[in-house]
């Protein structure tokens, strides 16, 4: 069972940290379906020692998340230093996680994210400063490599593992592939083989069968599991129940789709404000809605909601249609 510090998890299922996405309100619905470990979205060094409002409300927890890892990002050794010891002393947080793999320019410009994948040395140095000024575990989450010619997956996490770092995530995908083509497990089990602190590998797991396949393949301690989550927190439950017993557990209906949305929906408008969170949540009533045949129509609609009522009205809406033709298709046949 994956096990970071002194903090053991429930089973080996992790949820990835998701900018723009990983706020407490779909970590606890995910939680709810199983996950072991959730991860929060990053947040900036610089923004939390300013203080930064938006950037403060990015770092509450619900107790019912936990265990949870809360990852910081920041180019420089002393404000990351800081930014870390005020999560530990100021946070419920489990772990304190590093980002090292946000492959968007932005970050990369500040010396932060991926950018740290082209020097070892740094990682060594930067990580080791903030697992002495603190007491919660630090783990990285990281890519195999900056392009196809500076892959330094290994010594990355040897560098982590030097460290003091209790754990590396690594997504198998370089920072220029961005999230393109296919993850690299390869490079995953040479990683897992090459350290002996906790691998959770990350990058092409969309089903329970591929979790199963990426533990069995290279060895991880852990899975982690991102973009199939959207809308879809199922794959966790699926993939925790296919681990432990190898069965498939069934596709959800149409109303148990719509009913998690509103509560998701809820959750959001409990931590932000209605007019917020009914914006944010457009584009996760979108995922909670593909693959349901005959979504386009309320899928456009629903980027016009701006009220809790007008949304839950739509999908209500739409579930009754799609049931009505399913009743209606029963009785033909």
């Known amino acids: 069972m994956l096990k970071i510090g002194d903090i053991q998890m429930k089973n080996q299922v992790v949820l990835a940290p998701m900018a723009g996405v990983c706020n407490s309100a779909f970590r606890l619905t995910v939680k709810e379906f ?6 929060a979205e990053m947040v900036s060094d610089k923004a939390i020692l300013f203080n930064n409002a938006k950037t403060m409300d990015m770092l509450y927890i619900d107790e019912r998340e936990k265990p949870l890892s809360l990852q910081i990002f920041g180019g420089e050794k002393d404000t990351l230093v800081e930014a870390a010891k005020y999560v530990d002393k100021n946070t419920t947080a489990d772990i304190i996680d590093i980002n090292m793999g946000c492959p968007v320019p932005k970050i990369t410009k500040c010396d932060a994210g991926a950018k740290w994948l082209l020097d070892p040395n740094k990682i060594y140095e930067m990580v080791s400063a903030v697992v002495d000024a603190v007491d919660k575990p630090v783990t990285v989450k990281m890519r195999m490599g900056w392009d196809e010619e500076h892959i330094y997956a290994i010594q990355n996490a040897q560098a982590v593992e030097r460290a003091g ?48 396949r990426m533990l069995d393949e290279t060895g991880v301690d852990g899975v982690m599991i991102g973009r199939a989550a959207l809308g879809n927190p199922w794959v966790i439950y699926q993939t925790v129940k ?41 584009k996760h009533a979108a995922w909670y809605l593909k693959g349901i045949r ?22 209500n809406g739409f579930v009754e249609e ?12």
């Open 322 to 333: 799609v049931e009505a033709k399913m009743q209606g298709n029963a009785q033909v046949v």
């Open 165 to 212: 770092g209790q754990a590396v995530a690594l997504h198998g995908r370089t920072r220029v592939q961005m999230y393109e083509g296919h993850a690299n497990w390869d490079i995953i089990k040479q990683v897992k083989q090459s350290v002996s602190i906790p691998v959770i590998g990350n990058g092409d797991v969309q089903t329970p069968q591929d979790a199963k």
């Open 294 to 315: 005959g979504n386009a129509t309320v899928r456009n609609q629903i980027n016009e909601c701006d009220t809790r009522n007008q949304l839950v009205g739509l999908l």
């Open 242 to 282: 296919y681990l432990e017993s190898g069965e498939l557990i069934e596709e959800p209906s149409v109303r148990e789709k719509i009913d998690v949305c509103v509560l998701h929906l809820d959750r959001l408008i409990d931590l932000k404000n209605e007019n917020v969170a009914v914006r944010e949540m457009r």
């Open 34 to 39: 199983g996950a072991g470990l959730v991860c």
